[in-house]
């Protein structure tokens, strides 16, 4: 029993985790609707950055987070203006191919800069067990949780409730119609764009502390968040938080009553069910409601 | 317009002349040197070359094998497909006499079939998976430990070294046996299983787990409640430093944690698991440089024109690994009638090293499928940041400590 609770406690951990990192990409792929496999690679590139800021110049890692988030937005602007912009009405494989060069590009770079080794911020106050009862979990994970749960609920009030939110979620539903109602189009895609970056600038302000970052770093989460982002409902944040933590805590009870490297086997299993039964996911919005 | 024709005659007649000449005085023995010098290899890639380097240039300095002197042409091979290319290049165009390599099983495993093919022989000096030389080739020989001889090696010290430094019945002990699950890990754990079952060590758990986990939280839950003694694990680094943490976090203390080298050889993951955290992880990989000298003669000696070439500390035990190597196939080349392949074939299977007679401590005596059988990886440890070789004892410089953590 006690296991049970601590490995439930650990997926949700995990799925907060999950979440920050998906949100951004709920933004890019269910409004701009681009497969974006360079994902990953932006929250290397936060990764990164968070370890300069803080080995070099001594920053805590949660005060990294600031600039950190303005640059990745800027990174999200500019792959938006010069990347995806051009390729906007080309075939979708076209777009696929950008995105996949870009990210090889990235993780290249990073690799000819930094070297292959692994950069791990230093902030011991942020990898402390704290005891809920006889369970244990990190302050670093807490505070996750509660950035990921604010950020969420931030970002719905915020689709809902602005003009700018608003304008979005008519260029995600009708493109063409938008432009007719004068929503200017590109633009709402740049903005877009960036916003989905700077969700995962803050995401790996809060991943840096408890994960090295590595050239290859991007690639071990990706593949999860568009897992995540299609099990919610593509253009739903509610849906991707919950997504994540229903693969969290899969991930953590499959891989302790079943075996760790089955893991992936159970999750996908489950997401390809539920696609079944429910192919718009979890909260709507997916295939069924174009 | 005639002045400018003449001085063109003569530069020509000048140029092959001297052309000629080097070429009758120049006469060296082509080598090739296949490394990934680029690509996410290319760090250990250049640590096993450099030993390579420092082999061919202190032979050179000797006077060379033969009485000719040793010419290095490198080959970078970043892929499988890229060692193909290279490695044909050198047999076919450079036209090498012999190949040495490779640091990567799956590059050796590519490269060694054209040169197999084109009757060149080839010299593994680091790579350790084991079908490499169980192809029956005829002109591969390998001068390293293979993962079977990694895994046999952790496998015996639990009851050789572990057991007797707790004080305890070696087969009172639980062991686990957890791995990364690609090739170099699966490789690992199977002979350790195998090795595990006729030496009668209890095996509790078997978990393999991808290495690009962001989470092992299952896998220590699992090993704590199955109130694990000893851990052998086989991972690269990224695991490594994420199980050390996680382990700490969720209260985990085996007496034991042994390591496959991958990312316990590394000096990166120590610092970023923390000194504190690490110390007491056992490892069993390639020697490293804190080994006693009376095991490993030569060892100090090649870590001072190490730093005097390269103006560093060796990185890595990659280096020693491949400059031993390289020392033992260069006195076969010498004592070999001719440098044709059957002829260096026999020199080799001649070569007869006792084990501690190089300075990795190895021995040199090749079988028929031209591994070397007189290798066995010493047993390191961490200990206030540094990896210091522990057993066996005549390797040694300093005791086994017990229990994993000093916090």
């Given at each position: 029993m006690d296991v049970l609770i601590q490995l439930m406690i650990n997926g949700i951990m995990l799925g907060s985790m999950y979440a920050m990192i998906s949100v951004g990409l709920t933004l890019i792929f269910g409004v701009?609707?681009?497969?974006?496999?360079?994902h990953g690679e932006l929250l290397m590139i936060g990764m990164y950055a968070v370890y300069l800021l803080c080995?070099?110049?001594?920053?805590h890692p949660y005060v990294a987070a600031f600039p950190v988030i303005v640059l990745l937005f800027l990174t999200g602007v500019l792959i938006q203006r010069f990347i995806i912009q051009p390729l906007l009405d080309a075939d979708e494989h076209i777009q696929i191919f950008a995105t996949v060069g870009l990210s090889t590009a990235l993780v290249n770079l990073d690799l000819m800069v930094f070297g292959a080794d692994l950069y791990s911020v230093t902030s011991p106050d942020i990898r402390v067990t704290v005891k809920l009862g006889t369970y244990n979990v990190l302050v670093g994970q807490l505070v996750m949780l509660g950035a990921a749960i604010a950020l969420v609920v931030g970002l719905h009030a915020f689709m809902h409730k602005t003009a700018l939110g608003r304008a979005i979620r008519a260029t995600a539903q009708n493109r063409n119609a938008a432009l007719l109602m004068g929503v200017r189009v590109n633009q709402i895609y740049i903005i877009t764009f960036g916003m989905g970056a700077a969700c995962v600038g803050l995401a790996s302000a809060l991943v840096s502390p408890l994960f090295p970052a590595t050239p290859t770093v991007g690639t071990y989460f990706v593949l999860t968040a568009f897992v995540v982002v299609v099990l919610g409902g593509m253009r739903s944040m509610y849906g991707a938080f919950w997504g994540a933590m229903i693969i969290g805590l899969v991930d953590s009870l499959s891989a302790y009553y079943i075996a760790p490297d089955l893991k992936e086997v159970v999750y996908f299993a489950i997401f390809i069910l539920i696609l079944i039964f429910k192919p718009t996911g979890l909260f709507g919005f997916g295939r069924g409601t174009e | 317009m005639k002045l400018v024709m003449r001085a063109a005659y003569a530069a020509g007649i000048l140029a092959t002349g001297l052309a000629l000449s080097t070429g009758a005085v120049n006469a060296q023995t082509k080598i090739g040197a296949l490394y990934?010098?680029?690509?996410?290899?290319a760090l250990l890639g250049d640590e096993s070359f450099r030993g390579l380097e420092l082999a061919t240039e202190e032979r050179n300095a000797a006077g060379g094998v033969k009485g000719q002197p040793l010419q290095i042409v490198k080959g970078d091979a970043v892929d499988p497909n890229q060692a193909v290319g290279e490695a044909r290049r050198l047999t076919?165009?450079?036209?090498?006499t012999v190949v040495f390599g490779t640091y990567s099983s799956s590059l050796s495993l590519a490269a060694t079939q054209v040169t197999e093919l084109a009757g060149v022989p080839y010299f593994e000096l680091g790579a350790i998976s084991d079908p490499i030389t169980e192809r029956?080739?005829?002109?591969l020989f390998r001068s390293n430990p293979t993962a079977r001889d990694f895994a046999a090696s952790m496998v015996d010290s639990i009851g050789d070294a572990i057991a007797p430094a707790l004080g305890v019945?070696?087969?009172s002990l639980k062991v686990a046996i957890i791995h990364e699950d690609s090739l170099y890990g699966q490789t690992v754990a199977g002979y350790q299983t195998k090795r595990a079952q006729e030496k009668g060590v209890n095996v509790v758990e078997t978990l393999p787990y991808s290495a690009?986990?962001?989470?092992?939280t299952p896998v220590i839950l699992r090993l704590k409640s199955a109130n694990v003694d000893v851990v052998l694990q086989t991972s690269y680094q990224n695991d490594t430093v994420l199980f050390f943490r996680q382990a700490k976090e969720q209260g985990f203390k085996p007496k034991a944690v042994m390591g496959?080298?991958?990312?316990?050889?590394?000096r990166e993951t120590m610092e970023a698991v923390g000194a504190a955290n690490m110390e007491g992880a056992l490892n069993v990989d390639f020697?490293?440089?804190?080994?006693n000298v009376s095991a490993a003669p030569g060892i100090t000696e090649f870590v001072a024109k190490y730093k005097a070439k390269?103006?560093?500390?060796?990185?890595?035990?990659h280096s020693l690994a491949n400059y031993v190597g390289a020392k033992i196939f260069f006195d076969a080349m010498a004592a070999a009638?001719?440098?044709s392949a059957p002829a260096i074939r026999e020199s080799v299977l001649k070569v007869d090293l006792p084990v501690g007679a190089t300075a990795s401590g190895w021995g040199a005596k090749f079988n028929e499928a031209g591994q070397n059988t007189r290798v066995s990886p010493f047993v390191m440890q961490w200990q206030g940041g540094e990896l210091v070789t522990v057993f066996p004892a005549k390797a040694a410089v300093t005791k086994m400590k017990t229990g994993l953590g000093s916090n």
């Open positions: 701009i609707r681009v497969v974006n496999f360079a080995n070099k110049l001594g920053l | 990934p010098f680029s690509g996410g290899l076919s165009v450079d036209k090498v029956g080739f005829k002109n019945d070696a087969k690009k986990s962001v989470d092992l496959a080298g991958g990312g316990y050889s590394l020697t490293q440089y804190k080994t390269y103006g560093i500390e060796p990185r890595s035990g009638k001719d440098f």
